[in-house]
Each structure stands twice: as structure tokens, then as C-alpha cells.
């Protein structure tokens, strides 16, 4: 009975393996299937400095996180991992949490996404775009370059999704964010974020009676994180 188990648990990486034999035999680039076949690895995210930066980014080491972002964007320049964390600098910039001052008017000028470039590359380039934007106030901007970075790829973009439910939270559609914010926690049942952002849409609805099993979802992930 276990050697049938193995055999139906390894059958799909078997042929999985074939697939990248064969492409990789013939001397084809081996793109990454999710979520679209033609978008490769993020290099990035095997760099060692990659790994060192998220420590930093944990331990609110700002002037590290700094310096090793600067390294692996001149090295990764359209990678879009290395996008989001840029467009984040630019929200912690905003807060006056860095130590050195980011350009945020340059590094939206640097947002424009090349038709040559992956699906992948050129829907990071506009969700990085839509983020700032929105942390900037220019809801009716990042509105129009949310709507197109979404049609690139419907399904296949969190980050995506996540700013629009955002963006509806901001702009007062408490509604429609709650739908976009329970589809995403669905999907990403272990994301604090998420959980919070729903929990403010629903006080502003005055349905009070759901947020308690909410917060006690949420302590319980951060337990559980602060325990990792």
C-alpha cells in the first residue's frame, strides 16, 4: 500500500521533471508556470542579500534594510519583488521611518512599464506604481493604474487586489472592500493584514457583532508568528 502511496504522490512531479528536462535539453529558457508560463523566476528572490534585507525589514534595522535594498535594485532592476519592496520604501519614506531620504517623485518616474518585458515585470511595475500613488493621496491615479496593471492578468495578481480593497477603504467604499477583503482572506486565510483592513470595513458598516471572532483570529496569528 505505501509503494501505490509514493507512486501517486510522486506522478505529477515525474512528469513535472520530464517537462523541465525536456525544455532544458533543447536549450529553452524554463519559465515559471504561476501564473503565467511565460514569466521567469524572480532572480531576486535567490539572492542572499534578499534574505538579509527581510531580516533587516523584521528587526526595523532601517540603514541596513536601505543599503541592501540600493545593492539588489541596481542588481535586479525590473524584478518584481524588488519593485514592491521599493514602493514600500517609498510608504516608510513617507512615514519619516527610513534614515536616508527616498526620492519619491523619481522613483515614480522610473514606473513605466515596457511592453518587451514579462507579464509579471510589467504588472509590478504598475501595482508598484498604484501603491505609491495611493500612499501619496492620488486615489483617482492609482484608481486608473490599478485598473490597468489588472488587465494584464486578472486572476493572477495579489498585490493587485490587495490595493484595490485598500484604495476602496480609502475612498469610503466599505461595501465593496469588505467583498474584495473576505475573496483575499479566502485565499490567504494567515495574512494579519488582511484581517485587519476587513475589521475596519465592517466597524464602518456598524456590523460590530463579527468583529470579536475577527480579533481573536487575528491574536491568534500573531501568536503564532511571534512563536516562529
Request: aromatic share 8%.
Amino acid at each position: 500500500m505505501i509503494g501505490i502511496q509514493t507512486l501517486i504522490y510522486l506522478a505529477p512531479i515525474i512528469a513535472l521533471r520530464d517537462q523541465i528536462e525536456g525544455l532544458a535539453s533543447g536549450g529553452q529558457g524554463i519559465g515559471f508556470p504561476i501564473p503565467d508560463a511565460k514569466n521567469p523566476v524572480d532572480l531576486a528572490s535567490v539572492d542572499p542579500d534578499f534574505h538579509l534585507k527581510n531580516v533587516a525589514l523584521s528587526e526595523q534595522d532601517w540603514g541596513k534594510f536601505q543599503r541592501l535594498m540600493e545593492g539588489l535594485r541596481k542588481r535586479y532592476p525590473k524584478s518584481p519583488l524588488i519593485r514592491w519592496d521599493l514602493a514600500k520604501m517609498a510608504y516608510l519614506s513617507g512615514e519619516g521611518t527610513l534614515t536616508q531620504e527616498f526620492d519619491i517623485d523619481n522613483y515614480l518616474k522610473t514606473l513605466v512599464p515596457d511592453p518587451a518585458d514579462t507579464v509579471a515585470e510589467q504588472a509590478s511595475c504598475l501595482s508598484a506604481k498604484a501603491f505609491v500613488l495611493l500612499n501619496q493621496k492620488q486615489f483617482n491615479e492609482a484608481s486608473k493604474v490599478l485598473e490597468t496593471a489588472i488587465a494584464l492578468s486578472p486572476k493572477d495578481y495579489f498585490q493587485d487586489r490587495r490595493i484595490s480593497a485598500q484604495l476602496l477603504l480609502r475612498t469610503g467604499k466599505f461595501a465593496e472592500s469588505e467583498k474584495l477583503l473576505n475573496e483575499l482572506w479566502l485565499d490567504n486565510p494567515d495574512d494579519c493584514s488582511i484581517l485587519m483592513a476587513l475589521g475596519y470595513a465592517l466597524e464602518e458598516q456598524g456590523k460590530l457583532d463579527q468583529i470579536p471572532e475577527l480579533k481573536k483570529r487575528e491574536r491568534n496569528l500573531i501568536q503564532i508568528y511571534r512563536a516562529r
